[in-house]
């Protein structure tokens, strides 16, 4: 096999989109991907092609899924805000609170907000842990709670590329008796009907394509020469073929781990486009939305060494990602898989594909086509 089909529909205001996409795999940008575009709740972009293996063997089907790395940040911080909308969950309050082994090595003033927006000073880990750790949520999260951070909590960004999910994670965990994976598939996934897995069952690896490395010298590993970017990306080292493994698809790794295609990615996210309603059903308050775009801390992120703007779980317009207004808000994986969210236009876009670039936070094949989506809309 060789040529890459372009598959699903889009909404005819939107044909612009499918040429992008087509351009893409036919360039080859892309080996295989998938994008999806809702709007007031409605997909009016639904696109798949390409293969799901770089040997091109086996093309990329409607239910083909993928690894999405850091998008998946975006489902955490989602299942944390509901918690807090309901109540169950204050942002503004110590981790110690819920999770009170914490509060160890100086601690106890760390807020969950800080955990939300990569600035609680525990980036990565201070004992070196291996790749396989990563599965073992008792020990990453011991470590962590047992540490002293790396910097004062709540006085600079510094990106918490792996150890977020499970800090998060922990505190979903303490709240609801159940772990973040769980609680993400039984409160959003199940009654939407999304095919996203933060832990995937072993029943849905055939339909997973292999997430292809960037090339050599172009991965995080590679750029990451600071002392805590170098901590964050060699503390276990990055292993992208890891995600071919069961071990990685069935760990709750729910800052990085995340499974599924862009139609799921828009069809959860979309929640907080519509203002807390999706599928005929509210998860959260408009109001429960809208508190993901209040700014906890902007500057120089001390990780990624790049302008970062965080709200609680998301990046916010004015960094380094051009957004078209101040009630968008994003995140994307390393690789180049991402999702933006609108809540002026209650528009969702989410591009995820196997082809890796050696960015962490989208690229412009994923802009590329927002940007035929937003010139679709302002038409």
């Known amino acids: 096999m060789s040529n890459a089909s372009v598959e699903g529909f889009v909404n005819d205001r939107f044909a612009a989109v499918r040429d992008v996409f087509a351009n893409n795999l036919a360039s080859g940008a892309d080996i295989g991907a998938s994008f999806s575009v809702t709007l007031a709740g409605e997909t009016v972009v639904d696109l798949w092609g390409g293969f799901a293996d770089e040997a091109r063997n ?26 807090a ?3 169950e969950l204050d942002f503004d309050a110590p981790v110690a609170r819920y999770w009170p082994e914490f509060a160890a090595n100086g601690k106890e003033g760390v807020k ?23 599965y073992n949520w008792d020990k990453v999260t011991g470590l962590l709670a047992a540490q002293e951070p790396f910097w004062e909590a709540g006085t600079a960004a510094g990106y918490h590329a792996v150890t977020q999910g499970y800090l998060v994670g922990e505190v979903v965990r303490r709240i609801t008796g159940r772990s973040l994976g769980t609680v993400f598939r039984e409160e ?37 020469e600071a002392s805590l970017s170098a901590n964050m990306a060699n ?51 408009e109001a429960g939305c809208r508190k993901a775009l209040e700014l906890q801390i902007e500057g120089i992120d001390l990780v990624l ?7 609680l779980g998301f990046g916010l317009q004015g960094g380094l990602v051009p957004l078209p207004n101040s009630s968008c808000m994003y995140w994307g994986g390393y690789g180049g898989s991402i999702v933006i969210i609108d809540m002026e236009s209650r528009t969702c876009i989410a591009y995820v594909m196997n082809r890796m670039e050696g960015t962490t936070s989208g690229d412009m094949r994923g802009f590329s086509l927002a940007m035929a989506a937003w010139q679709a809309l302002a038409s």
Do not use: C
């Not at 969950?112 to 990563?134: C, F, N, P, Q």
């Not at 690896?205 to 995080?220: F, N, S, T, W």
């Open 188 to 224: 959003i996934a199940e009654p939407l009907g999304a095919d996203f897995h933060i832990g995937l069952p072993a029943s849905e690896d055939d339909r997973v394509a292999d997430l292809v490395p960037p090339p050599p010298g172009a991965g995080i590993s590679a750029v990451a």
């Open 58 to 83: 086996r093309p990329w089907a409607k239910d083909t899924i993928v690894n999405v790395y850091s998008t998946t940040k975006t489902m955490t911080a989602l299942t944390a805000l509901i918690l």
């Open 85 to 87: 909308d309901r109540g």
């Open 305 to 311: 060494g790049i302008p970062v703007r965080y709200g």
């Open 235 to 285: 503390n276990p080292g990055i292993d992208v073929l890891a995600t071919r493994t069961r071990a990685w698809r069935g760990a709750e790794i729910p800052a990085a781990g995340g499974t599924g295609n862009a139609r799921s990615v828009a069809l959860v996210q979309s929640i907080l486009a519509n203002g807390g309603v999706a599928g005929g059903r509210r998860f959260l308050s």
């Open 112 to 134: 969950v907000s800080h955990l939300m927006s990569h600035s609680a000073g525990l980036s990565g880990w201070r004992e070196t842990i291996a790749k396989d750790d990563l």
